[in-house]
């Protein structure tokens, strides 16, 4: 449009910015351009009319120009903070980042109230890793907003990041407050909660989101999770269903699924949602993991070996709780010949599966192996050295030694201890090597028997808990020792605690109408829990190392076992374990956290063993 003369050139040039300025925020862009450029001949030195041809490049898709622009608006006016902030933009979408927090720190130089451009800079100096920094620009931005709910929600994530979980609780319970109806807001604090591992209320926060966003699989199966790892399997299943509904070709809730009908028992169920998940992601370890622990509770061992071979990733040599080292550089044994060859034996899972599968070794001998190492947690070294099929052992762990770390090199071949099933064609129960391999140490059965010796009755070991760390401990230990009360009511039996670690301290302080010989605390080792269990009449216990122990001994144990995550090797009903056939009773719950059931049958049969040994003893 042409101005009238008496306008001076200034004027002209202003009213063309103000015009171009109007045409971008009406979206004609283009026109915005030429009345710019118009400007910018009566002005060229007009820092306004750069920055908003910039401005209008940047939204017709010429960022270069945009560039060229707002930096000759600050050719102009150094102190011009918007074509700082445009060109921190452009720098971001350019990949140049470094330039991008410099102009946004040059922006905030000029103008330091300004939490939306504070926010920004944090979030580009968290993606580029500079976490501390981002976190005080962050800060910048709720100080100047106090309001400002996504700066806390960013600054609680990077809370986590930093590993500051409670200052990430806090920042993520401000920005839930702001927005109280945001699903997000609820799932990040859910989130948090669970780290903490607070699980009650992470599930709370799940379920809110959840219902804020009913459609979210996202967050369907977050719920799940946390419903599953409180061993709410019920629950989950629900929640995995709904997901399914949704997504039916979701093979990770397929998976999850049938990982949760095996705890809840319905084993066919579990085999079909994990062949659905395999199916769909048959190169998933964890799926052939899950369907091979199935099998294996169902007995069905040839089919389940290969699958749970998976626990184990050859290629970046990782292996179910523990490592296999990089030292370890000969071949991985596949059942080759061992006529003359030399083995390493390498732990695997927790201490009771090592003495399971220890049977093995026999075995290999037999197979002409020259020489087997044994590698295991230093608390078994000194109980499998006394194996007689076993050349040396090698202890891991923070007392194992340099001495220990270099027995294991030049050797032919190495396998994993719980591969040996496989290798060694365990097919059905039938192939299970004896159960009876573990000899005590004669001098600890010597120095334990005098602490034994003068006990009368039946001589009954009790472990009511286990590892605190295994995830199935919750269902599998027993709440106290108080849950073995009834067995203080059978006569001629001296209870004998062989508990260590969790529940120790109950045994040492037992109450006054439960008698109890702790010995617990003063065992080192396994060699002393073997030398201890050799000479007990019974070993009462829940699921966990020393029932492998007694088995391995061929002392008679009675076992106690949760109705929900039942380790495969239980199976799924029965009184007795193919695995320690003769020795091994077992008692089941039949409803979840109900001991007093199963208690009162042990009770019954312990009384029952009494009367049994007292009528064939001589009077």
């Known amino acids: 449009m042409p101005f009238p003369a ?30 710019l450029r118009q400007a910018l001949a009566l002005q060229p030195r007009m820092a306004d009319a750069h920055y908003h041809l910039g401005h209008a490049l940047q939204q017709t898709g010429q960022p270069q120009q945009a560039l060229n ?9 150094d102190s011009h903070a918007p074509s700082w902030l445009r060109l921190a933009q452009l720098y971001r979408e350019d990949g140049r980042l470094n330039d991008a927090v410099s102009a946004y720190r040059r922006a905030l130089a000029l103008r330091s109230d300004l939490p939306d451009v504070h926010h920004d800079l944090g979030m580009l100096l968290d993606d580029m890793g500079q976490h501390i920094e981002a976190e005080s620009a962050y800060r910048q931005a709720v100080h100047h907003r106090p309001g400002y709910a996504q700066a806390h929600q960013d600054l609680g994530t990077l809370m986590v990041t930093l590993g500051r979980l409670p200052e990430a609780e806090q920042s993520y319970r401000l920005a839930l407050a702001l927005q109280p109806q945001s699903s997000l807001a609820h799932a990040c604090l859910a989130c948090v909660l669970i780290l903490q591992n607070r699980l009650p209320q992470g599930e709370s926060h799940y379920r809110k989101a959840v219902a804020l966003d009913p459609g979210n699989t996202s967050l369907l199966e977050h719920l799940g999770a946390v419903l599953h790892r409180q061993n ?44 659905k998940a395999f199916a769909l992601r048959p190169q998933s370890p964890d799926i052939r993991f899950g369907l091979g622990f199935v099998l294996l509770r169902q007995g069905r061992l040839a ?14 040599q990782t292996l179910t709780r523990w490592p296999v080292p990089t030292t370890l550089n000969y071949p991985q044994w596949q059942g080759e010949s061992l006529q003359g060859k030399s083995l390493v034996l390498w732990q695997e ?14 075995r290999l001998k037999a197979l002409g192996a020259s020489r087997i190492v044994l590698v295991c947690q230093t608390p078994l070294k000194p109980l499998f050295e006394g194996l007689p099929h076993v050349d040396a052992v090698v202890g891991t762990g923070k007392t194992a030694t340099m001495d220990d770390a270099l027995a294991l090199a030049g050797y032919d071949y190495w396998t994993l201890i719980m591969s040996l099933p496989r290798l060694l064609n365990t097919a059905t129960f039938d192939d299970i090597p004896p159960a009876v391999y573990l000899q005590p140490d004669c001098a600890r059965l010597e120095r334990w028997r005098r602490r034994l010796d003068g006990l009368t009755g039946l001589k009954v070991g009790l472990t009511w808990k286990g590892n605190a760390q295994h995830l199935n401990d919750a269902n599998r230990s ?14 001629g039996v001296s209870l004998i605690s062989v508990q260590k670690g969790q529940g120790e301290q109950e045994a040492c302080l037992p109450a006054q109408d439960q008698p109890l010989v702790h010995l617990g605390s003063d065992i080192v080792d396994f060699a002393d829990s073997a030398a201890i269990i050799a000479q007990l009449d019974l070993l009462i216990c829940v699921d966990t190392a020393a029932t492998h122990v007694a088995g391995a001994l061929g002392v008679p144990c009675w076992v106690l076992l949760p109705i929900e995550g039942t380790d495969w090797r239980w199976m799924l009903d029965g009184e007795t374990s193919p695995w320690y056939p003769g020795t091994m009773r077992l008692f089941r719950q039949t409803s979840l956290g109900d001991w007093d059931g199963p208690v ?20």
């Open 232 to 275: 709410k399997f019920a629950q989950a299943e629900g929640v995995y269903r709904r997901v399914l509904a949704l997504t039916p070709n979701d093979w990770n809730t397929w998976s999850n699924l049938g990982v949760v009908l095996d705890n809840l028992n319905r084993l066919s169920e579990s085999e079909d949602a994990l062949r």
């Open 600 to 619: 009162e049958q042990l009770r019954q049969a312990l009384l029952m063993r009494c009367l049994e040994r007292n009528a064939v003893s001589p009077r």
């Open 349 to 362: 899972q927790g201490f009771g599966d090592m003495i399971q599968f220890a049977r093995y070794l026999p």
């Open 478 to 491: 027993l709440p106290s020792l108080r849950a073995l009360a009834p067995l203080w009511q059978v006569p």
């Open 69 to 77: 622009a707002y930096q000759q608006a600050l050719s102009c006016n």
């Open 303 to 316: 089919e389940a070996w290969p699958l749970y071979e998976s626990r184990y990733d050859s290629q970046r």
């Open 6 to 35: 008496h306008i001076d050139l200034n004027e002209q040039a202003e009213q063309r910015v103000r015009s171009g300025a109007e045409l971008i925020a009406q979206g004609q862009a283009r026109n915005a351009i030429l009345v």
